[in-house]
């Protein structure tokens, strides 16, 4: 085994990146990764030089380099079901999630009280094979397990919209553009992948697909307020991403 560089934070060369797309064998490029442990969905890599860990897809398509301060989180999404009550299931299927194979996700807008009493508006049900990596922030992380009651958000857009938005195609770096407009006749245009609308008095119930004005109206990302991590099972993927447009 050779010797590489470490960056300041400690990184060797190699672990520079934060993700990268494998097609199924990273071994050309990472030689230095060992298998570490199985997890209950992918795998747990770390890199002999630097000691850094990377998280295998289960579909072996991507490999995500896991932070230090994700570490925690990660051990928990390992060693705990992330299931969603039946009461929960129910609100789920009625809402309908967008599901992407690619990333082994289904995501789903919501409103969510926990058992502590906390209320989020606009929360998203992440129904997934991968932990919590570096897209998401450490403190807006949360788990299915500390769900009291779900139910729709009043922000969260028709789930047409949601899927438009999700499948658009970058016609620019980081620019996938949904047009839209609101039941008064506004244009609004959306910038990336959505899942909220909350914009000039309008909220997303009140947004239908549109089509390309001759002015586009950018409208802010509406951030999300916490995610919840459940896991995946094809029986669960299929209810939720089925039901909700028959």
């Known amino acids: 085994m050779f010797w590489l560089p470490k960056r300041r934070d400690g990184r060797c060369d190699k672990c520079r990146t934060d993700g990268i797309y494998i097609k199924g064998d990273f071994s050309p490029r990472f030689s230095n990764l060992a298998l570490e442990q ?6 747990m890599w770390r890199c002999q030089n630097c000691e850094t860990r990377w998280f295998v897809t289960s579909n072996r398509q991507w490999a995500y380099r896991i ?24 609100a789920a299927t009625g809402i309908g999630g967008v599901r992407n194979d690619w990333e082994e996700t289904v995501i789903l807008p919501c409103a969510v009280t926990t058992k502590n009493g906390e209320r989020f508006e606009k929360a998203i049900l992440r129904v997934t094979k991968t932990p919590p ?4 922030p450490v403190e807006k992380v949360r788990w299915a397990w500390e769900i ?15 899927r438009a938005s999700h499948e658009k195609r970058e016609e620019a770096m980081g620019f996938a553009p949904t047009d839209v ?7 609004f245009t959306l910038g990336n992948a959505s899942d909220f609308f909350e914009h000039e008095g309008v909220t997303g119930p009140h947004i239908q697909l549109a089509p390309r004005p001759r002015k586009r109206n950018m409208v802010p990302f509406a ?12 029986e669960l993927v299929e209810k939720i991403t089925t039901s909700a447009e028959m």
Request: charged share 25%; with cysteine.
């Open 181 to 187: 407009r609101s039941n008064d006749g506004r244009s």
């Open 38 to 43: 199985t997890q209950k969905f992918g795998e």
């Open 133 to 136: 990596y570096r897209w998401y």
């Open 148 to 162: 009291a009651e779900l139910e729709d958000s009043r922000f969260a857009l028709p789930l047409q919209v949601r």
């Open 223 to 234: 951030e999300t307020q916490a995610w919840f991590w459940v896991d995946w099972s094809d």
């Open 67 to 90: 932070g230090p301060e994700f570490t925690p989180l990660v051990a928990h999404w390992n060693e705990t079901a992330l299931e969603l009550t039946l009461p929960c299931l129910t």
